[in-house]
C-alpha cells in the first residue's frame, strides 16, 4: 500500500475509524507505535501528506499532520525545479514521493477510453489495470450490443480506483461517466477513433486520445455506419474481447 485515501488531507488531524480503522490495523496489521509515520492523499491535489499517529484504542485511531507548511513550501519548490536536479529513490523519503508528483504534473494522464457497457463483473476486474495504465477518463455508453439490465453503480466503481489507486501510487481518480447510446457520445466527442477489427489498420496511436470500444459482438450495423470515418484495427490476426480490447488501448499510450 502506497498511501492511505482520506478525503480530507490535509485537515491538521484526521480520525480513522470503522471500516477505514478494521482495513489499515485488522487487514494490512500495521504498526500502532505512536509517533509511526503514515502517508494519506486525498486524490484531488497530487499530494502525498505525512501523519503521526497520535492516538489509538480499540475501535479509531487519531493522526496528526507533520509540518504540513513545511512540505507544501518543498512541493511548491520542487515542482518549480527541474526534474534533472532532483535524484532520490528511496519510495518513502519525501523528495522522491514530490518528484512522482511532479512527474504527473508535467505529464498528466490523457487517455479517453470509451467503452460499451459489457457484464459488469468482467468490467469491475479490468478497472484497476485501466487505473494502473493511467487512463484518465472513461464513458460507458450503452451500445446497441450491451446488456440493457447492466445498471452501473458509480459508487462502487469508485470505491475500486480509491483501492486500486492506494496499492499503485496513483494521486488522482480517474473520471468516469455514463452515456444512454453511441449518438450522444459522438454528439459529446468529436475526435474519438473506433476499434473495429477488419477495417484499416493503425499502427502508432500515440497521437490519438480517445477510443471507442464495443460491446461482445463489435457493433451493430447502425453503429458502424456512425462510426465509418473514424474506425481502425490493429495489426493483431486474433478478435480481442472487448475487457481485453481496452487494456490494449490503454498500455499503448504508457
Known sequence: ?????????????ITLEGKDFHYIFGVRRESKQIGKTFKFANLKDNRIYFYALKEIN?????????????????????????ISNLDSTNPNDLNAIILKAQKIALNPPKTHIIQAIIDNNDFDKILPFLN?????????????????NQKINLERLTNILINSSMQCGRLDLMKIEVFNNLDSVLEAYKNCFALDFGCEIIDNLKDK?????????????RER??????????????ILKSQTASIFIASQKI
Open 132 to 148: 494502473e495504465l493511467y487512463v484518465d477518463k472513461i464513458t460507458l455508453f450503452y451500445a446497441d450490443f450491451s446488456q440493457r
Open 58 to 82: 480499540k475501535k479509531m485511531a487519531t493522526f496528526k499532520i507533520i509540518d504540513l507548511e513545511g512540505i507544501i513550501q518543498d512541493y511548491t519548490n520542487l515542482l518549480d525545479s527541474k
Open 225 to 238: 455506419e456512425l462510426l465509418k470515418e473514424c474506425s481502425f484495427s490493429i495489426n493483431h490476426p486474433l
Open 1 to 13: 500500500m502506497q498511501f492511505i485515501y482520506y478525503k480530507d488531507c490535509p485537515n491538521a488531524e
Open 209 to 221: 486520445n480517445s477510443f471507442i470500444i464495443g460491446a461482445e459482438g463489435g457493433f451493430s450495423k
